[in-house]
Every structure is written in structure tokens, then in C-alpha cells.
Nanobody, 126 residues
Framework: QLQLVESGGGLVQPGGSLRLSCAAS????????IGWFRQAPGKEREGVSY????????KYADSVKGRFTISRDNAKNTVYLQMNSLKPEDTAVYYC???????????????????WGQGTQVAVSS
């Protein structure tokens, strides 16, 4: 069974950092591109970041550029999202998604991804 599991969420003060992990089971991630998405209450799901299967291409939403960094360790079958300088507006449920065929030009379109994790809550508040 193909499964993605996110972890690393929590409550952090503004300006703080968190590192989210997206671990795969039942399949190897090394041929999949990965997207991170988030959804805040009352808002649509939005693309946060993307990394190609090789790690050679990364993308970021304008709202997180310079603060978030996506990376992958294919040996550990895991993708990471390092989030620094967190703001209250980063509060959301964060999801990772995988697909073999999504290309970088469509990275932020949720419908392009076949596999999704269950999400991890990130709350930024003082």
C-alpha cells in the first residue's frame, strides 16, 4: 500500500522554525516529484514548494521564498521542508503529495498529484 506520512508540525512562536518530514512507505520516492501544500481554515489548498525526483529543480510560493527550503534524501525515502522565520499566516495543515509525472511548470496544481499524506498541523502564534 502506497502511503505518505507527514510529521514535524506543532506550535511555534513567530520567528521560529520547524522542519516537516514526508516519509513514504510501500514505494520508493526517488522517481517521484514531491509537492508541499497547505490549507488554512476557510481557505483553499495552496502550493508551498516542490522538488523534482532528482532534487535538481525546486519551486517555492512567493509567500515563502527565502524562508522555506525543500530537500530530499532518497536513501531515507523522505522529503523535508525546513521552515524558518515563521509567521502567523503560515498557520495551516501542511500536506505532502507525490506524483511521477507532475512537471515543474504545474507544480502548484493539487490535481496533478496522485498520492497524498494525511497532513500535519502547523500553528504559529505567540
Amino acid at each position: 500500500q502506497l502511503q505518505l506520512v507527514e510529521s514535524g508540525g506543532g506550535l511555534v512562536q513567530p520567528g521560529g522554525s520547524l522542519r516537516l518530514s514526508c516519509a513514504a512507505s510501500g514505494f520508493t520516492l526517488d522517481v517521484y516529484s514531491i509537492g508541499w501544500f497547505r490549507q488554512a481554515p476557510g481557505k483553499e489548498r495552496e502550493g508551498v514548494s516542490y522538488i523534482s525526483s532528482t532534487g535538481g529543480t525546486t519551486k517555492y510560493a512567493d509567500s515563502v521564498k527565502g524562508r522555506f527550503t525543500i530537500s530530499r534524501d532518497n536513501a531515507k525515502n523522505t522529503v523535508y521542508l525546513q521552515m524558518n522565520s515563521l509567521k502567523p499566516e503560515d498557520t495551516a495543515v501542511y500536506y505532502c503529495a507525490a506524483d511521477r509525472y507532475v512537471y515543474s511548470g504545474a507544480w502548484s496544481l493539487a490535481e496533478k498529484y496522485d498520492y497524498w499524506g494525511q497532513g500535519t498541523q502547523v500553528a504559529v502564534s505567540s
